[in-house]
């Protein structure tokens, strides 16, 4: 894909901004949405709203967007309030899940719709038509029809519309969901060098944490309308404020039991030290972090309990393993290397455990 400045005299003219959300909150009747959400997206920042379904992340992109109101709170681009304006007056650009492209309309025409809604110079729509099409890698599409292009190319399209506008603010609604899964690693490679180069503040609605985690400089972790936490990929991989975002962001193990004084007591025979954890921690590990070994291994290597190998992945690089103790399925994940053994199921084995790994994480 070639790469071009919009910047400049000779660009479109896009400008990285910050964008605040302050106190925001909306409501659908009785039903809560969005529960007094607060955020600050850096100017240029890849930012990401991850959650599940019914969390409130489109809902809060819509609210940014204009397209959705709100009971209270206020929106600032650029240190601008623009919660009063509506959507073509807030300079942010919005690409729809569906693409929302005109199946009648050429390439060109697609692109160009904004800008005619905008009354701009003729000689100013075909500059900018070029500019944003040739950036997107799409210049010699441009007499095409949308059914005329792939799933990648179509997202593309929309994209190269929104950034003709040049936009203060892009946002993104969950724009690869409609495409295959080996397709939509490549286009959010592009995606993310495409916003590297502008250098524009983009906030991206997801549910796909690998989506979020690969392009996202910064995600905050939404549920039940409120923000659960804010951070880097790693910081919340590795620090989870509390136990739906370890279970959200990765597979996490949870050892059921109960406090009792300074130590925790767990349904597989394991006692572990709780130190400064609060009563209602638990104890929480990823399946990286625990070791397989054979039952009678009595190497002294910390916390460990007996288990059997109920289920049993390959994932490629790793095999992961379903182990059964007690009333726990446990994940336990190995890397592969060819021509090594691996466990079957129903093979009884120990579970090793690394103490500095352990997370107590409330509910």
Same mark, same amino acid.
């Given at each position: 894909?070639?790469?071009?400045?919009? /910047?400049? $005299?000779?660009?479109?003219?896009?400008?990285?901004?910050? *964008?605040? %959300?302050?106190?925001?909150?909306?409501?659908?009747?009785?039903?809560?949405?969005?529960?007094?959400?607060?955020?600050? #997206?850096?100017?240029?920042?890849?930012?990401?709203?991850?959650?599940?379904?019914?969390?409130?992340?489109?809902?809060?992109?819509?609210? %940014?967007?204009?397209?959705?109101?709100?009971?209270?709170?206020?929106?600032?681009?650029?240190?601008?309030?623009?919660?009063?304006?509506?959507?073509?007056?807030?300079?942010?650009?919005?690409?729809?899940?569906?693409? =929302? +492209?005109?199946?009648?309309?050429?390439?060109?025409?697609?692109?160009?719709?904004?800008?005619?809604?905008?009354? *701009?110079?003729?000689?100013? %729509?075909?500059?900018?038509?070029? +500019?944003?099409?040739?950036?997107? /890698?799409?210049?010699?599409? #441009?007499?095409?029809?949308?059914?005329?292009?792939?799933?990648?190319?179509?997202?593309?399209?929309?994209?190269?519309?929104?950034?003709?506008?040049?936009?203060?603010?892009? +946002?993104? &609604?969950?724009?690869?969901?409609?495409?295959?899964?080996?397709?939509?690693?490549?286009?959010?490679?592009?995606?993310?060098?495409?916003?590297?180069?502008?250098?524009?503040?983009? %906030?991206?609605?997801?549910?796909?944490?690998?989506?979020?985690?690969? #392009?996202?400089?910064?995600?905050?972790?939404?549920?039940?309308?409120?923000?659960?936490?804010?951070?880097?990929?790693?910081?919340?991989?590795?620090?989870?404020?509390? +136990?739906?975002?370890?279970?959200?962001?990765?597979?996490?193990?949870?050892?059921?039991?109960?406090?009792?004084? $300074?130590?925790?007591?767990?349904?597989?025979?394991?006692?572990?030290?709780?130190?400064?954890?609060?009563?209602? =921690?638990?104890?929480?590990?990823?399946?990286?972090?625990?070791?397989?070994?054979?039952?009678? &291994?009595?190497?002294?290597?910390?916390?460990?309990?007996? /288990?059997?190998?109920?289920?049993?992945?390959?994932?490629?690089?790793?095999?992961?393993?379903?182990?059964?103790?007690?009333?726990?399925?446990?994940?336990?994940?190995?890397?592969?290397?060819?021509?090594?053994?691996?466990?079957?199921?129903?093979?009884?084995?120990?579970?090793?455990?690394?103490?500095?790994?352990?997370?107590?994480?409330?509910?």
């Amino acid at each position: 894909m070639e790469a071009l400045a919009f /910047g400049g $005299a000779s660009g479109i003219g896009l400008k990285a901004v910050d *964008l605040q %959300i302050e106190n925001v909150s909306a409501a659908f009747g009785d039903h809560v949405v969005l529960d007094g959400i607060n955020l600050l #997206i850096q100017p240029g920042e890849f930012f990401a709203l991850l959650g599940p379904s019914g969390c409130g992340k489109t809902t809060l992109l819509r609210t %940014i967007a204009g397209f959705a109101t709100t009971s209270r709170g206020n929106v600032l681009v650029g240190g601008q309030n623009v919660s009063a304006l509506p959507p073509w007056r807030r300079d942010v650009g919005m690409v729809f899940q569906s693409y =929302a +492209l005109w199946p009648h309309m050429t390439v060109g025409r697609n692109v160009a719709f904004g800008l005619e809604e905008r009354r *701009l110079p003729r000689a100013e %729509i075909k500059r900018r038509v070029d +500019l944003a099409l040739t950036f997107v /890698g799409l210049n010699k599409e #441009i007499d095409r029809y949308p059914s005329q292009l792939s799933g990648g190319q179509q997202q593309r399209v929309a994209l190269a519309r929104t950034l003709a506008v040049a936009p203060k603010v892009l +946002l993104l &609604d969950e724009p690869l969901s409609n495409l295959d899964a080996k397709l939509r690693v490549r286009v959010r490679r592009e995606l993310r060098a495409l916003q590297k180069s502008l250098g524009l503040t983009t %906030i991206i609605v997801t549910h796909d944490q690998d989506e979020a985690n690969t #392009i996202c400089d910064r995600i905050a972790v939404m549920n039940e309308g409120r923000v659960q936490q804010v951070g880097t990929p790693t910081e919340l991989y590795e620090r989870p404020a509390n +136990l739906f975002v370890a279970q959200f962001l990765g597979m996490a193990n949870v050892l059921s039991g109960r406090a009792n004084g $300074a130590v925790f007591e767990s349904s597989v025979g394991v006692t572990l030290d709780r130190g400064t954890a609060a009563d209602r =921690a638990v104890p929480v590990f990823r399946p990286q972090d625990a070791t397989l070994a054979p039952p009678d &291994d009595t190497t002294e290597r910390g916390p460990s309990f007996a /288990g059997i190998v109920d289920e049993r992945e390959f994932l490629g690089s790793a095999v992961r393993y379903g182990v059964r103790a007690a009333s726990n399925l446990l994940w336990v994940e190995a890397p592969f290397h060819s021509g090594a053994p691996l466990k079957e199921v129903g093979e009884a084995v120990r579970v090793n455990l690394c103490p500095d790994r352990i997370m107590w994480l409330d509910h």
